[in-house]
Structure formats: C-alpha cells, structure tokens
Nanobody, 120 residues
Framework: QVQLVESGGGLVQAGGSLRLSCTAS????????MGWYRQAPGKQRELVAT???????NYADSVKGRFTISRDGAKHTVYLQMNSLKPEDTAVYYC??????????????WGRGTQVTVSS
C-alpha cells in the first residue's frame, strides 16, 4: 500500500514563506510525475505545480515566480517552496504522484492534504 504524507503547512503572514514536503512510502518500484494541487473553500481543486522524473516543471500562472517545485528521487520526496505568499494562496495543499509498486502498475496516488493559511 502506498502512502503520501505531506508536511510543512501552517499559518503565515502575507509576504512570508513556507516549504511543503511530501514523502511517498510503500513497495515502490518507480515514481513518475509528482505534483502539488490545492483546494480553497468553495472552489475546485486546482493544479499548483508538477515535476516529471527528469525534472521538467510546470506551474500555474498564479504561482509562477513565487513557488518552486523540486524532488529528491532517492527519498521519494517532492517539495514546494512558497515565497511571497498571498491571502489567495490559502487552501488545503495536496500531494499527487504517479507510482508503480511491486504489486501494481502505475497508478495515481493522493496525500491527505496540509492546510496553508495566509493572513493579510
């Protein structure tokens, strides 16, 4: 069974920074793309940033220049460095990863989410 566990969320003032981490565990053979999504109250879940297994990155326009996604393949971990945070960044942030295990083919997995709150 694969688990994705996020950490690093919290309360921060506008203009501040946070670093999110997400680590995958289980009988993992390989991990392809990993990414971060977020869902604000009353809104649909939206893509924040993704990174492929060869470190190609993609960002939502709303976070370009402020957020940086990275990964450590050996640790099965993806990071999201968030700078210049704005109140509109307030949301639950979810980790997602495409993972192949010794028992299953490549599947998409989600973490339980971590709350990020930015005060004005």
């Amino acid at each position: 069974q694969v688990q994705l566990v996020e950490s690093g969320g919290g309360l921060v003032q506008a203009g501040g920074s946070l670093r999110l981490s997400c680590t995958a565990s289980g009988s993992i053979v390989s991990i392809n793309a990993m990414g971060w999504y977020r869902q604000a109250p009353g809104k649909q879940r939206e893509l924040v940033a993704t990174i492929t297994e060869i470190d190609h990155t993609n960002y939502a326009d709303s976070v370009k220049g402020r957020f940086t996604i990275s990964r450590d393949g050996a640790k099965h971990t993806v990071y999201l460095q968030m700078n210049s945070l704005k109140p509109e960044d307030t949301a639950v942030y979810y980790c997602n990863a495409a993972i192949q295990t010794i028992f299953t083919r490549m599947n998409s997995y989600w973490g339980r989410g971590t709350q990020v709150t930015v005060s004005s």
